[in-house]
């Protein structure tokens, strides 16, 4: 199974700052087809899981542009530009190239 | 507006059986490949299982490969997990959602406790 490690697992940040969090795969993620599925998740307090962030870098419907995904191969980040309350929770990336599907382990951000 | 409501979560006695549903609408069902997903209390998510479009192809986690059944009625637009043999490390809050993530359900609390 393809292993995804996301760093940090505890995000604090001061309101108005930037945020980053990578996720690195065990295994490159480009599918034979020639598409990378990483995606990227938010799961606020009481929440089901919501995307933001699909085929690496394109933001869901709705989503601020505040988020961004890059990477490529086995080396991911999602940014957010300017932390805001309501982006507390926990983020996860998940890739969809390789079965079975696999999620990391989960990063925590919190205001500090 | 797309909706997914999944339901039958309960308590249940290990080794006892407990099949979810979900309900979809709001999207194209029926040319949508569906997954159930679960969350352990206070853990990460887990994909459990997928199915595709006609329901031909079914996909699980080793964890859980001959103990959970996934299916799909396509003229109901539902989905179905079918679980058996079940153990206290399947308990979980089980969410439905499309296959790549893009919608998820409400979810249904799996407690497997005597």
């Known amino acids: 199974d393809v292993v995804m490690t996301q760093s940090p697992l505890s995000l604090p940040v001061t309101l108005g700052q930037p945020a980053s969090i990578s996720c690195r795969s065990s295994q490159s993620l480009v599918h034979s087809d020639g598409n990378t599925y990483l995606n990227w998740f938010q799961q606020r307090p009481g929440q089901s899981p919501r995307r933001l962030i699909y085929?690496?870098?394109n933001r869901d419907s709705g989503v601020p542009d505040r988020f961004s995904g890059s990477g490529s191969g086995t080396d991911f980040t999602l940014r957010i530009s300017r932390v805001e309350a309501d982006d507390v929770g926990v983020y996860y990336c998940m890739q969809g190239s390789h079965w079975p599907i696999t999620f990391g382990q989960g990063t925590r951000l919190e205001i500090k | 507006e797309v909706q997914l409501v999944a339901s039958g979560g309960g308590l249940v006695q290990p080794g006892g059986s407990l099949k979810l549903s979900c309900a979809a609408s709001?999207?194209?069902?029926?040319?949508?490949?569906m997954s159930w997903v679960r969350q352990a209390p206070g853990k990460g998510v887990e994909w459990v299982a997928n199915?595709?479009?006609?329901?031909?192809?079914?996909y699980y986690v080793d964890s859980v490969k001959d103990r959970f059944t996934i299916s799909r009625d396509n003229a109901k637009n539902s989905l179905y997990l079918q679980m058996s043999s079940l153990r206290a490390e399947d308990t979980a809050v089980y969410y439905c959602?499309?296959?790549?993530?893009?919608?998820w359900g409400q979810g249904t609390l799996v407690t497997v406790s005597s």
């Open positions: 199915i595709n479009q006609d329901g031909s192809g079914e």
């Open positions: 709001g999207f194209t069902f029926s040319t949508s490949w």
């Open positions: 959602a499309t296959a790549m993530g893009g919608y």
């Open positions: 085929m690496v870098s």
